[in-house]
């Protein structure tokens, strides 16, 4: 992420994304979008209307996250174009430049899809999984999960001991904020046990980078 950005100093900012040349190509190549500061908001409004940076002890919040975000809508051809969803796969591939491999929750022995995502966390490499669609709306309801929506998978844990280990993957909501549990936090990073996670969650994305 850091090497992915380049502040102008004259007002704009390079921003890099990784892209291939078609769908069976191989490697990745180099794209590097030029943006400027100026970044959407409601009329009235302080803040960014979309990505928000975290607060800083200066006050204000950092720009990166929303700077990366208006240089993957001119990326992609445009706020609209990105904003009524897609694929996660294809926002990790142009973040990272790592091939994503994909799996489904429905399919995967619930062993081969622990080992996974237990190797991928221990690798650092990032993961995203996604919720099932509206059709499945009833499974979320007071749940403060979201169908058709895209988390970040942050790692896996073991809780317990002996016969009452149980396994967890650690997640984050992405609006960094509305999770599920009451840890009073409201940073949108929970835990679900893995049953819970195959039972919400329909797909894994596991960024390579290895």
Known sequence: ???????????????????????WAENYSEEWVTIDGDLPAMKGATETRYAKGQKTKKGGREMWPSLFEKAFA????????MGEGGSSAEALEALSGGKVSYMTTATTPKDTLWARLEKASKAKDPMSAGTYGKDRDSL????????????????TKMRGRGKKKERYVVMRNPWGQTEPGSDGKDDGIFELTLDNFIKFYQNVNISNLQ
């Open 140 to 155: 979320y309801e007071g749940t403060r999960l979201y169908a058709w929506h895209a988390y970040t998978i942050l790692g």
């Open 1 to 23: 992420i850091k090497q992915g950005i380049v502040d102008n100093k004259d007002g704009t900012y390079k921003v890099r994304f990784f892209k291939k040349a078609d769908w």
């Open 74 to 81: 001119e990326f992609k051809g445009g706020y609209d174009k």
